[in-house]
């Protein structure tokens, strides 16, 4: 497709469990980001990965959580012992920065952690 | 911590009026950018308008502007001739600067649009 996608669009899980969220960014992007929307809040920095740099994970609220990016493809954001706080929508952005400042985000998976 | 600022948790505006949202943010840096985005009801992420930051010329796409005060770090967004389908939460977002791409987001406003 021609937008980034994510999958999956929703996902509840019980607590302590372990989740993997998938974003397949736009192609040719060679930046991805992710984000974490709480429930009337704005977006909250993550991780963002560019080309070939190590990733700058300044936003990871604790070592719980952790992401991949297979070069300048897939990423993977992967939480371990889910706690109920982490329930919340997690968007992900691409963008080819050499050519544009704009970030195209996808739909988001909607993670509920009973 | 470098922050962005939106002072009004919600507005309103009757169809067909013109409407300003307000934002503030903080940054050391000289080159950056700035953006609003519209989340409507179905959640997803749409930019609406984006200003650089060493432009002087306000951003304009069609009834959507914006009013960019470098100096005092003022950053609104102007909409006008409301239409029903700008009900929305609005996010303003600055760039990082430099290098750094990534985005902080205001808290945003939610604008409902009246018949």
């Known amino acids: 497709g021609a937008g980034v996608s994510q999958s999956p669009s929703n996902k509840v899980t019980e607590k302590g469990k372990d989740v993997e969220l998938r974003c397949d960014p736009i192609?040719?992007?060679?930046?991805l980001y992710w984000y974490r929307q709480r429930l009337g809040q704005g977006l909250e920095f993550l991780i963002y990965?560019?080309?070939?740099?190590?990733?700058?994970k300044s936003g990871l609220p604790s070592d719980r959580f952790s992401a991949e990016r297979t070069g300048e493809s897939v990423s993977t954001l992967t939480i371990q012992r889910t706690e109920q706080r982490d329930s919340a929508m997690y968007r992900c952005?691409?963008?080819?920065?050499?050519?544009?400042?704009?970030?195209?985000f996808g739909p988001g998976t909607r993670l509920t952690v009973l | 911590a470098q922050t962005v600022t939106q002072s009004q948790p919600e507005m309103s505006v009757q169809e067909a009026e013109t409407v300003t949202l307000s934002c503030t943010y903080d940054?050391?840096?000289?080159?950056?950018?700035l953006f609003w985005y519209k989340q409507p009801p179905s959640r997803q992420m749409i930019l609406v308008i984006r200003?650089?930051?060493?432009?002087?010329q306000n951003a304009t796409e069609n009834r959507f502007s914006v009013n960019f005060q470098k100096a005092a770090k003022s950053f609104s967004l102007k909409i006008s001739d409301s239409q029903l389908g700008d009900t929305a939460m609005y996010f303003c977002?600055?760039?990082?600067?430099?290098?750094?791409?990534?985005?902080?987001f205001g808290k945003g406003t939610l604008l409902t649009v009246n018949p």
């Open positions: 977002a600055r760039e990082g600067g430099g290098s750094n791409y990534k985005l902080t």
């Open positions: 200003q650089e930051a060493y432009k002087q």
């Open positions: 990965f560019q080309g070939n740099s190590a990733p700058d």
């Open positions: 940054t050391s840096e000289n080159n950056y950018y």
């Open positions: 952005a691409s963008s080819f920065p050499a050519t544009s400042a704009e970030q195209f």
């Open positions: 192609s040719g992007h060679t930046a």
